[in-house]
């Protein structure tokens, strides 16, 4: 069965009126997933031991400083803290770590992750891009400090590059890194000439316009050096932002293209034993999300049985 991690701490998370990264996105993930089958789970609050995987102390200080008594404080141009935000952030890392555990030490072979804030674009000590934590690398580094994994796949298929999880792992030699993305746009990172420290760092950026049959050919080379790498567990930045409805964004992907990639993920990590934990990142046209977020959970789902 795919396990689901989520929390109605997600509402309480707000931005200003009019801000795309709103609390009805969670609503329209958790609404699209509501009549399937899942093991569904509380996302439990990251310790600081494992936000400290990735964020210093001081960083950790900062963002509980900032938490306002009311309204929105303002972190970057578009990254908002409301009085609620604390627990929802924590939970959206402790929710990715959490789905690490539970699939490796379960029967269970694939977990989504649907909390709020995303977590892609946060870098060690910088808020950004409505991300306040690095879920995905926070998990991925969990896997390989604490649980003793040697290989962990990071896989990142937003429309916005992933810079928060490439900064974060371009030390370390056993998580290879892969993302597709538009290019131009913000935040300006994710040349194909970026390969991390250890050369494990995949950037594929795509054409503004380009369609999801330009994605799927892309991920076929990327795929491909993943296979090789053999990963013991894959971890998906789930962002549905790539998706032609979406407003922050010029791509054309389709519903069906997130369950065709979704699948192909899939296949290669069958083929080397990995588990699968995916994490929602962005997606922002509520229509879209919710119908993305279903054929992906769904993807899952046939993996799961």
Known sequence: ??????????????????????????????????DLDLDRREAPLATDASLLLCHPQRYLDRIASAVPDAGCAMLDADTYLS???????????GGAVAAVDAVLDGSDDTAFVAMRPPGHHAEAETPMGFCIFGNAAIA????LHKRGLSRVAVLDFDVHHGNGTQAL??????????SSHQMPLWPGTGAAQETGAHGQIINAPLPPGSDGSTARAAWDEILGRVAAFGPELVIISAGFDAHTDDP??????????????TGAILYRARNSDAKVVSCLEGGYNLAALGAS?????????????
């Open 1 to 34: 069965m795919t396990l689901l991690f989520a929390d109605p701490s997600a509402l309480s998370h707000a931005s200003p009126p009019g801000h795309p990264e709103q609390v009805a996105r969670y609503d329209a993930v958790i609404e699209a997933l509501a």
């Open 169 to 178: 792992l371009w030390d370390e030699p056993g998580v290879i890194f892969a």
């Open 293 to 305: 977020v279903r054929a992906h959970v769904d993807t899952l789902m046939r993996r799961a049985g």
């Open 248 to 261: 922050l964004a010029g791509l054309n992907w389709q519903t069906q293209d997130f369950a065709a990639l």
């Open 140 to 143: 991925a580094k969990h896997a």
């Open 83 to 93: 009085p609620g935000s604390l627990e929802p952030a924590r939970r959206a890392a």
